[in-house]
C-alpha cells in the first residue's frame, strides 16, 4: 500500500545518522469498498479533515439515523457562525480548492468568478461528470492540468450555487479592500 501510494521510496536510505529510522508522518485515509485513497498532512485543518473522512471518503453518502443533528452550524456551544456559501465552501470546496493560497489539486478559486462564465462555472459545479462526459474544453485542459483528478458531483443545486457564489464575491471584496489599504 505505501509502494501504491507513493510513500515508499526503494532508494531511500530511511536511517538516520543516530540509528533511528526516520518515517513518513502523512496520514493516508481511504475506502477499500471504494477504492479512494488519499495522502494528507496531519497538520491540516481538523474540519477538513473530519469532512474528508466523514463525507469525501463515502461519497457524500448520508447515513440515515446515525446522526442526530446533521446540520452542525446549529451544535450547541459553537463558536463561529458561517453564512450558507462558507458552510458550502468549508465541506464541499477546500478539499481541493484554495482561496488566494494557489492551486492545489483543484484550481485557486479566488478570482474564479471573473475567470470564468458564471453560467458555466454553475454547470460545472452542479454537473462536472456531464461535462466531463461532453468533453468540454475547458475541462479536457483541466483535466491535463490536474492530473486526471476529476471533480466530484457533489450534488449542489441552483439555491447552493447562489449561495457559494455570494461568499466568492465577499472573498473577493475582501481581497480587493485589503489591495487598497
Not at 446540520?71 to 453564512?83: H, P, Q, T
Request: hydrophobic content about 35%; proline content about 3%.
Amino acid at each position: 500500500l505505501r509502494v501504491k501510494l507513493g510513500l515508499y521510496i526503494q532508494d531511500l536510505d530511511e536511517t538516520l545518522p543516530d540509528g533511528q529510522i526516520d518515517h513518513n508522518i502523512s496520514l493516508v485515509m481511504g475506502n477499500q469498498k471504494t477504492g479512494q485513497w488519499m495522502k494528507r498532512s496531519p497538520y491540516e485543518d481538523a474540519k477538513l479533515l473530519a469532512t474528508m473522512f466523514g463525507d469525501w471518503l463515502n461519497n457524500w453518502n448520508k447515513r440515515k439515523g446515525v446522526v442526530g443533528n446533521s446540520d452542525f452550524r446549529k451544535s450547541a456551544g459553537l463558536a463561529v457562525n458561517y453564512s450558507d456559501g462558507e458552510f458550502l465552501y468549508r465541506t464541499r470546496c477546500m478539499t481541493c480548492h484554495s482561496l488566494g493560497q494557489g492551486d492545489g489539486i483543484g484550481p485557486d478559486l479566488l478570482g474564479i468568478l471573473q475567470r470564468r462564465d458564471r453560467e458555466w462555472l454553475a454547470r460545472w459545479i452542479m454537473q462536472p461528470n456531464v461535462m466531463i462526459k461532453e468533453k468540454d474544453p475547458i475541462i479536457m485542459e483541466m483535466m491535463k492540468k490536474y492530473n486526471d483528478i476529476a471533480m466530484p458531483n457533489l450534488r449542489l443545486n441552483k439555491i447552493d450555487i447562489t449561495h457559494l457564489f455570494k461568499f466568492l464575491e465577499s472573498v473577493e471584496k475582501g481581497y480587493e479592500e485589503s489591495a487598497v489599504n
